[in-house]
């Protein structure tokens, strides 16, 4: 939950919010206060607009944070973990720590959001007779009324919304390949995003500017994700059917838990130039040290402190096995922001390191070994008969 503020833990699921939440609070809390609510229920003071608008603003991204719950609670039943939950400008997005095993699966996780939208849009309906003419009913008639928008926005066939998991889901059952589905679906997206975009323009120009904006903003949102989903699907293409143990560093340069940390410098640091190395006391890895841990420890001390004291422990490391697809070990680094990955095997042996220049030359690899053959210049031998 890198770049976002900790707000709390629903079923042990962290909950954070991005900086632009907090304008987007600010925004709409305003816009409730000052135009819709006067507009749709006159008759009460400006502080108690402020309240009510005060009030359906946390309320609605209380209702996303329950959406997003919903895609978790289905995740979990496919025992997909959900790393986290962030609320951002334009809602908020459940972290699953990876893709839904089957198109089944895809469906259930993706359909749960906009069910639970829909559930509570009901409950707020059924409930709001019990408040008619006040300023809660108010508040519950416009909870019941986002509710059904959030619900039906999300069942937009364009990624990343759930209607294009959805959308991406039947066409996964059909074709057979997640690669492809995500392709298509995420061209999809765009084309969606494009017509917000152009949806925003044309309001802007008729005198809609703010929500002109807010769709120019939010096609913009929609496109740079289903950009960054079909890059994501050209990534596992390339590297899903790759193994870490065949491209990763078998010779690793280890070093011993007893050394200072100015004899790992000198030793070690200096003349590999590398940024860190695995401690290894027998087979057993320890833990690895890095330039980041070395620069930790005053200069004039480390003489006197070692690489046991100041390493990152094995406990605190995320190691993969050497059958793991390249794919996840490179889903692994972008997720936890480091830059190598140590492989051992089930007893905990260290059996190489694998990093994000391994990835990148796998990539290239596979891209200029699979060259289309209608680019490439037609043979002149003759076939044998």
Known sequence: MRGAIRLGRILGIPIGANYTWFIALWVLAWSL??????????????????????????????????????????????????????????????????????????????????????????????????????????????????????????????????????????????????????????????????????????????????????????????????????????????????????????????????LTLEEAVADYFLPFKHGGFPVVWGDRLLGIITLHDVRDVPRDRRAAITVRNAMTPLSRLRTIRPTTSAYEAFARMAQDGIGRLLVTDLDGTLLGIVTRSDLLHAIRTRVELEEPSAERAPSTRTRPR
Do not use: C
């Not at 972290?95 to 829909?118: C, W």
């Not at 323009?201 to 096609?219: D, E, K, P």
């Open 33 to 258: 206060a000052d135009a819709y609510y006067p507009a749709r229920f006159p008759g009460f003071p400006a502080s108690t607009y402020w309240t009510m608008g005060l009030i359906s603003t946390i309320l609605l991204f209380a209702s996303v944070v329950v959406h997003e719950l919903g895609h978790a609670v289905a995740a979990r039943r496919y025992g997909i973990r959900t790393r986290s939950i962030v609320l951002f400008m334009f809602g908020g997005v459940a972290q699953i720590a990876k893709d839904p095993p089957t198109p089944g699966a895809e469906l259930a996780v993706a359909a749960a959001g906009p069910l639970t939208s829909l559930a509570l849009g009901g409950l707020f309906a059924v409930v709001n007779p019990l408040a008619a003419g006040s300023a809660l009913g108010a508040i519950i008639a416009y909870l019941a009324w986002v509710n059904a928008g959030l619900a039906g926005f999300n069942l937009i066939p364009g990624f990343p919304l759930d209607g294009g998991r959805m959308l991406r889901a039947l066409i996964w059952r059909i074709t057979g390949s997640l690669e492809r589905a995500t392709l298509i679906a995420s061209r999809t997206g765009q084309v969606v995003a494009v017509a917000f975009i152009a949806a925003g323009v044309l309001r802007a120009f008729t005198g809609g500017g703010i929500a002109g904006l807010w769709l120019i903003l939010l096609g913009w949102f929609m496109d740079t994700g289903a950009q960054g989903s079909y890059q994501q699907a050209l990534l596992r293409e390339a590297l899903g059917k790759v193994r870490i143990g065949d491209i990763m560093t078998r010779d690793v340069h280890t070093i011993d838990p007893g």
